[in-house]
């Protein structure tokens, strides 16, 4: 006969009193069972009255009944504390554990305000029923109980004091806060909340100015790795030529060392070749002579004497057989010196080089940063054109079409386009501030070597239309950036820095920084700084600041 398997529910062995399973099971009369340990100490706050009842049903006993152990109960309880619950009941890292449990703790999903515990599912469905006469005050399982409570009166924290700025229970509020300014809490929260979209809308908008100058910060540092990239191949470049430079010179001062050395010994061995011959022909000569000395034969002696007597003729009698094997010490000391020099251009050169690269390393990022490397310019009077007209003191630059301006005519003005350069070239890493105005203005905010042409009308007059030339368009809708006529549309959109009675103001920066080929323009409003088009190239002239003004006027900061 197969075996009976009866499926039950833990709940069903749950104490009515501390809401866990049995532990020492105990029945009494009525049938209802308890842990003992809990009967007990309910019987013990009756033992004034003699009369002692039942927690569920409250059916009275008297006297006090004996408590035996329900053996089959308690061996139930046993196999079901046995039985594994899945994972996901426990509790893990993070959780709110149930105060009820015992040994695993569950995974609390309430927690009650007045008993100040916390409960799982089970647990917290015992707790309803018991006091379902008189409901608790229940919240989302938290950690969090002891802060919710005051702790001199054990109350829960339902007031906030205006005055002291701090939570507090009803009591608090009749005794050391008495007249002070007191909401309910959830009033309190309702008007911090409205603070805490503030709040956000701030911490949101400096997000994204973060998010901005994160951006900005990328894209000066891919340029920044770009730019040292570049100076890293022309440098190797250089120095190859160089040293390429430096072997040609040592390969033909060893060659002019070899042509002389090849000459001098060559005329030096046709000497050598004279004196053995002149050497062998007085030996000769010599021992003729020793020989003549010892004839008896008077007449021989002087018929030879006359002819041995005379030397033979030296070619070399009046040049000296040493004069072109001169030394080269004077070659070596050259050398050496040559050495000296160039190993002494070059430790200053390095130096200098050094010098630029850590001062290029400093990258600007704040208004301040950028400000440092002002410089003052003034607009040029022989270049601007004669629908444009120049304020008195050379800062502000007005389109005045179609009234004529009564300049003289001068090679350097910009015949036909309404355009104007700066006198003074930018020197070393530069910054400079600009406002534009109009009501549809359309300015031309440029950079650009003085080699530019400047009459006629075709497009290598106009800025950003060129190669000489780079050039920001600004309106009151579009940025757009020009260079060798082309043309490239910006996202980004004009921000006025002011709202004036008519026009509204917008305030351009830009940046040059010529040795690093860095050219950046930035829209100013307040003390906030965004990058509008930052370009990494290679100027090879001085740049000049210049501008095109359609409508509208510009004016130096």
Request: aromatic share 8%; with cysteine; net charge neutral.
């Amino acid at each position: 006969m197969a075996e009976a398997r009866i499926s039950v529910d833990q709940d069903e062995f749950l104490c009515p009193v501390c809401l866990d399973l049995l532990k020492d099971p105990v029945t009494i009369h009525c049938g209802h069972s308890y842990c003992k340990i809990c009967i007990t100490v309910h019987w013990d706050q009756e033992d004034q009255m003699r009369v002692y009842s039942c927690p569920q049903c409250r059916q009275t006993f008297s006297p006090r009944p004996a408590l035996a152990k329900n053996t089959m109960l308690a061996e139930v309880v046993d196999k079901l504390k046995k039985t594994k619950l899945p994972d996901d009941c426990y509790a893990g890292a993070g959780d709110v554990q149930c105060d009820v449990c015992t040994g695993r703790k569950h995974k609390a999903v309430k927690s009650c305000l007045v008993c100040l515990e916390s409960f799982c599912q089970t647990h917290f469905d015992r707790h309803e029923d018991y006091h379902s006469r008189k409901p608790h005050k229940v919240t989302e399982a938290t950690g969090r109980l002891q802060e919710m409570i005051c702790q001199k009166h054990d109350k829960l924290l339902e007031v906030f004091c205006r005055t002291d700025q701090t939570c507090i229970c009803v009591l608090c509020m009749m005794d050391e806060h008495k007249n002070h300014d007191t909401v309910s809490a959830a009033a309190q929260r309702t008007e911090k909340q409205h603070q805490l979209k503030e709040t956000q809308r701030s911490f949101q908008q400096r997000i994204q100015q973060r998010e901005k100058d994160l951006q900005q910060l990328r894209e000066a540092v891919e340029a920044h790795k770009r730019s040292a990239q570049t100076a890293v191949e022309d440098s190797e470049r250089i120095f190859t030529e160089l040293i390429r430079s430096i072997e040609r010179s040592r390969s033909e001062a060893t060659q002019r060392i070899r042509d002389q050395e090849k000459t001098a010994v060559s005329r030096a061995e046709g000497r050598l070749e004279r004196l053995e011959q002149e050497i062998n022909d007085l030996r000769r000569r010599d021992a003729e002579l020793e020989q003549l000395s010892h004839t008896q034969d008077h007449i021989h002696f002087l018929q030879s004497f006359q002819s041995l007597s005379a030397p033979p003729e030296s070619t070399d009698v009046n040049d000296n057989p040493f004069s072109s094997l001169s030394s080269f010490d004077g070659v070596t000391e050259s050398v050496r010196q040559l050495k000296d020099k160039l190993e002494d251009f070059c430790k200053k050169e390095l130096k200098k080089i050094s010098d630029r690269v850590t001062f290029t390393n400093i990258v600007p990022r704040t208004s301040n940063d950028f400000l440092q490397f002002s410089q003052k310019f003034t607009l040029d009077r022989n270049t601007v054109n004669k629908h444009l007209r120049l304020s008195e003191r050379k800062k502000v630059i007005t389109d005045t079409y179609p009234e004529i301006q009564s300049y003289p005519d001068h090679p350097d003005r910009f015949e036909h386009y309404q355009q104007v350069l700066c006198r003074e070239s930018v020197c070393g890493r530069c910054y400079w501030e600009i406002e534009l105005s109009g009501e549809m203005f359309g300015m031309y905010i440029s950079v650009s070597y003085k080699s530019i042409r400047r009459k006629g009308r075709g497009i290598e007059c106009w800025f950003g239309c060129n190669d000489q030339s780079w050039s920001l368009f600004c309106s009151s809708s579009s940025y757009s950036f020009n260079h060798s006529d082309i043309k490239t549309k910006l996202p980004v959109k004009p921000i006025s820095c002011r709202v004036g009675m008519y026009d509204d103001i917008y305030r351009i920066g830009v940046y040059v920084d010529p040795s690093a080929g860095t050219l950046s323009f930035y829209s100013i409003s307040g003390d906030t700084m965004s990058l509008i088009h930052t370009v990494q190239t290679t100027f090879t002239q001085p740049l000049y600041p210049g501008f095109g003004v359609y409508k509208g006027s510009v004016k130096w900061c």
